[in-house]
């Protein structure tokens, strides 16, 4: 390798892992400053119907996981 080439390389690298110490600080302060928030996607269910739905298979009177999906209009994975 020449050193025209092996300096080219070497500017990449750090270039690179500059951009990479950027994009950890920008996320670590977006964090920072959404403390106290909820991050992630919404819920499909409101936190009535989750309680309601709790409460439905503690007590067993669920008729079953796929209707009580239908009827929150949820997937069945969301019920559990």
Do not use: C, W
């Not at 920008?26 to 964090?31: D, G, K, P, V, Y």
Request: proline share 1%; glycine share 4%; no cysteine.
């Amino acid at each position: 390798m020449s050193s025209a080439a092996s300096k080219l390389i070497l500017t990449m690298l750090i270039a690179v892992a500059m951009e990479r110490d950027l994009l950890i600080e920008h996320t670590q302060s977006a964090l920072a400053n959404a403390k106290g928030k909820h991050l992630g996607r919404p819920s499909k269910t409101k936190t009535i119907q989750r309680s309601e739905i709790k409460q439905k298979l503690n007590a067993a009177k669920s008729v079953g996981l796929f209707q009580d999906a239908m009827v929150y209009l949820v997937q069945i994975s969301s019920i559990f």
